[in-house]
């Protein structure tokens, strides 16, 4: 690791001012660099790493190298931004992250290094938008009232037709009855067929 130069550096987590990290999301830290020496400096690349909270020895992750190619005047300040992802499989648990700017003069022939951000987080699980156990049990729940409704609606058309056909039916027969007997009117034959249904009427 460069020795430290003459930069002095702040750091700021804009959107998780608490310091409780979602597993898994782009966090943001702003890194304010000042120049305090005497020539301007090249803030060449920043980068960090996820170590344990106890014992920094023991590293979790290391976080991806953003180069930057920043010239930086003496006596000027600027802010710039680094985007870090822990890893999704992370537990939830405390970590120390820490952020390393480097830097160089303008020859490129003098590396300096300041670790603007060193801190104890905490890793908690992000937000889902949607529990795929619960949306699951929904579509469960849904599928089977619309077959439900499905079997209901057969039976009830199946009762439908069955009382259509049987009504059809009588109608047919009665119809064909009395079309048959139409022929026989005025003949002696009628009288007797007359009296045959007065009889059936009558039990």
Same mark, same amino acid.
């Given at each position: #690791?460069?020795?430290? *130069? ?21 966090? =943001? ?6 120049? +305090?020496?005497?020539? =301007?400096?090249?803030?060449?690349? %920043? #980068? ?5 909270? *106890? ?19 003496? *006596? ?9 992802? =822990?890893?999704?499989?992370?537990? =939830?648990?405390?970590?120390? %992250? ?23 987080? +905490? ?18 729940? %849904? ?51 007359? *009296?045959?249904?007065? +009889?059936?009427?009558?039990?």
């Amino acid at each position: #690791m460069p020795p430290e *130069g003459m930069a002095v550096t702040k750091s700021v987590l804009p959107e998780h001012p608490q310091k409780l990290l979602p597993a898994g999301d782009v966090i =943001p830290v702003l890194l304010g660099f000042r120049n +305090e020496g005497s020539e =301007p400096v090249n803030v060449s690349a %920043i #980068m960090g790493s996820l170590n344990h909270a *106890g014992d920094f020895r023991v590293y979790y992750q290391n976080f991806s190298m953003q180069p930057l190619g920043i010239t930086v005047p003496a *006596g000027a300040e600027l802010t710039m931004e680094y985007l870090f992802r =822990p890893d999704p499989a992370l537990p =939830p648990m405390e970590f120390r %992250i820490a952020i390393t700017a480097f830097y160089s003069n303008v020859k490129g022939n003098e590396w300096y290094s300041s670790t603007f951000f060193n801190e104890t987080i +905490e890793i908690v699980e992000a937000e889902k938008f949607f529990d795929t156990e619960v949306l699951f049990m929904y579509a469960t729940i %849904i599928c089977l009232m619309a077959l439900a409704v499905f079997g209901l609606v057969r039976w009830a058309a199946s009762l439908s037709i069955f009382k259509k056909a049987v009504t059809t039916k009588k109608a047919k027969a009665a119809s064909t009855t009395t079309a048959d007997d139409d022929w026989l009117k005025g003949t002696p034959a009628s009288k007797v067929i007359k *009296g045959r249904k007065t +009889e059936k009427k009558t039990d």
